[in-house]
Nanobody, 122 residues
Framework: QVELRESGGGLVQTGGSLRLACAAW????????MGWYRQAPGKQRELVAS???????RYLDSVQGRFTISRDDSRNSVYLEMNNLNSEDTAIYYC????????????????WGQGTQITVSS
């Protein structure tokens, strides 16, 4: 049973920083793309940042220059460093693993974390 375990959410003031972490547990061998999505109340879930195994990253325009994604494949983990946070960053943040290869089965699978709340207060 694969599980994505997220940590690092919480309450922060405008202009503050947070770091999210997500680790894949449960027999994962490799993951093609790891990323972070977010969903604010009344809005659709959107991609915040993602990174491939080759190190190619992409960012939502509004977070470019403020957020930095990184990953540690030895730990099947992905991180999101968030700086200069503002109220528009308030949302539930979800970790996603795409193209996960498991040690026990053939094929590739996608997984979502349970989400972690980030609230930016003024």
């Amino acid at each position: 049973q694969v599980e994505l375990r997220e940590s690092g959410g919480g309450l922060v003031q405008t202009g503050g920083s947070l770091r999210l972490a997500c680790a894949a547990w449960g027999g994962v061998f490799t993951i093609d793309t790891m990323g972070w999505y977010r969903q604010a109340p009344g809005k659709q879930r959107e991609l915040v940042a993602s990174m491939t195994r080759a190190g190619s990253s992409r960012y939502l325009d509004s977070v470019q220059g403020r957020f930095t994604i990184s990953r540690d494949d030895s730990r099947n983990s992905v991180y999101l460093e968030m700086n200069n946070l503002n109220s528009e960053d308030t949302a539930i943040y979800y970790c996603r693993a795409e193209g996960a290869v498991l040690r026990s089965t053939i094929g590739k699978y996608d997984y979502w974390g349970q989400g972690t709340q980030i609230t930016v207060s003024s």
